[in-house]
């Protein structure tokens, strides 16, 4: 891992901005972690400790979050690009060690007019590229708006895909078609025995462009574009109406409130905002150590208002207590977020997508750098601190440090970050291990991060279950 320090230079050429920026009682500097790239759609923390990357024009990336280096893995020839149109959303299979999967979404053209359709396929990672590209769905109607298209894999392996009603506002309320929807499938594109509509893919209706997806703590959150006011945040919830396009926002109008009480219309968590709209884009959970006053909180992109929105949840996450503005402008459109299982964020900017005011090095990924710090590699590249054996494990492992530790924490996480384990106040050094079993209740074969907090330092080391 980098070592990030309190500002200590005022500026570093391209690497980071000129000053610190302090919100929320977190300050942080910004670095760019790769730039020149062509309207990056999704960002996602693979278990690999890469950024796997979509950009719109058909490009699958992933780009070493340190060096920035980026390897192309694979083109979609087929994407049909130019307005909101292109590749879209992408998700990693959760057992990627041994199911190496990649799924993403796209508009393609029909018969090569502008009739545009929605795709979802399947790739293969073979450690260097992607192949063997199978379908998954396809023939949903698309448009040059509101397309989606959020991808997002659950625990139970479970697909589910966000699809904008394509200009159409008759589809949001008609449960035989998909788009106005969230869909669940199984991975082979299949209808789940247990969707709440027997025989149909649909998860959730009366949806215009929701373009965020995340699940945290049991809930699944989504983000949705609003026409000119009342951008929301949703909880989603399994075969219920979210209103459009009789319900923009709160139910707070008389034909809104009759709507909404006829229909039992979920009302939003969060309109973003009663009088305006923020285009609002990419959505993750935040439960990190590096800025520890936004655990527990939503991380919003916006496109039109080119903010990154910090939306603090209530203990059980179910309604926002306070937000705010942690970028305003410095970067114009930012389109996505994610963030490592050791809870370091990066957003991505849209400025090339025909509405932005693009600068020369965009589009780009940026890194918000917490001044808590992590532990840097050696020059071999491995952590001396921190030891983890057997590395491949089956079931048995312990955890060394090399220099004394005291009141040290030790997580174990999957790569989407959740905690899978956890224990505290240990005392670690060369003669002193902490003894885990990864039982098959709670660990599949995979890629997980062990992660050591003591202090305001983190290390973390990659571990791999046969």
């Not at 439960?287 to 991380?299: R, Y």
């Not at 996505?336 to 050791?342: H, L, R």
């Not at 957003?347 to 020369?360: E, L, Q, V």
């Not at 060394?400 to 005291?406: C, R, T």
Request: charge should be negative; glycine fraction near 8%.
């Amino acid at each position: 891992m980098k070592t990030y320090k309190s500002l200590l230079f005022a500026c570093l050429i391209v690497i980071f901005c000129a000053c610190e920026t302090n919100h929320a009682q977190e300050t942080f500097t910004t670095r760019n972690v790769v730039t020149n790239l062509n309207t990056p759609w999704e960002i996602l923390w693979g278990p690999d400790g890469f950024i796997w990357m979509t950009e719109r024009y058909g490009r699958i990336s992933r780009v070493n979050p340190e060096t920035g280096v980026l390897q192309p893995l694979y083109i979609i020839g087929d994407v049909m690009q130019g307005s909101e149109r292109g590749l879209m959303g992408m998700a990693l299979h959760p057992n990627f060690a041994t199911e190496p999967y990649v799924y993403v979404v796209y508009t393609y053209s029909i018969n090569n007019n502008t009739a545009t359709q929605i795709r979802i396929i399947r790739l293969t990672f073979n450690g260097s590229t992607l192949e063997s590209p199978i379908t998954i769905l396809e023939n949903i109607p698309g448009a040059g708006i509101h397309d989606g298209a959020r991808l997002w894999i659950d625990e139970d392996l479970k697909l589910f895909a966000t699809i904008g009603d394509a200009g159409n506002t008759a589809y949001a309320q008609n449960l035989e078609s998909l788009n106005g929807k969230l869909l669940r499938m199984n991975l082979d594109g299949s209808i789940p025995s247990d969707n709440p509509f027997p025989g149909s893919l649909v998860w959730s209706f009366g949806h215009r462009n929701p373009q965020g997806l995340v699940i945290a703590n049991g809930i699944l959150y989504s983000s949705e574009h609003g026409p000119g006011t009342d951008d929301e945040l949703n909880i989603i919830e399994k075969g219920r109406n979210y209103g459009w396009p009789y319900v923009n926002g709160y139910c707070d109008t008389p034909q809104e409130i009759a709507f909404c009480e006829a229909n039992n219309v979920v009302e939003s968590m969060k309109s973003l905002y009663p009088s305006y709209t923020v285009a609002a884009a990419g959505l993750d959970y935040y439960n990190g150590d590096l800025f520890p006053t936004w655990k527990n909180s939503l991380l919003l992109t916006t496109l039109k208002a080119q903010k990154l929105i910090l939306l603090k949840l209530s203990p059980d996450g179910r309604s926002v207590t306070s937000e705010e503005n942690v970028i305003d402008g410095q970067f114009g459109r930012l389109r996505d977020i994610c963030t490592s299982p050791n809870g370091r964020i990066f957003i991505s900017t849209s400025n090339r997508d025909g509405r932005g005011s693009p600068k020369a090095e965009d589009d780009r990924i940026i890194e918000l750098v917490s001044n808590v710090q992590s532990v840097k590699p050696n020059s071999s590249g491995s952590i001396d601190f921190l030891r983890i054996y057997p590395n491949p494990t089956s079931r048995e492992l312990k955890i060394k440090a090399s220099d004394l530790i005291i009141d040290g924490d030790i997580e174990i996480v999957d790569f989407l970050g959740n905690v899978k384990y956890k224990a505290s106040n240990l005392t670690l050094d060369l003669n002193n291990s902490h003894s885990v079993f990864l039982d098959k209740q709670n660990f599949v074969s995979g890629i997980y991060y062990v992660i050591l907090k003591y202090g305001n330092k983190l290390i973390s080391e990659k571990l791999i279950l046969n």
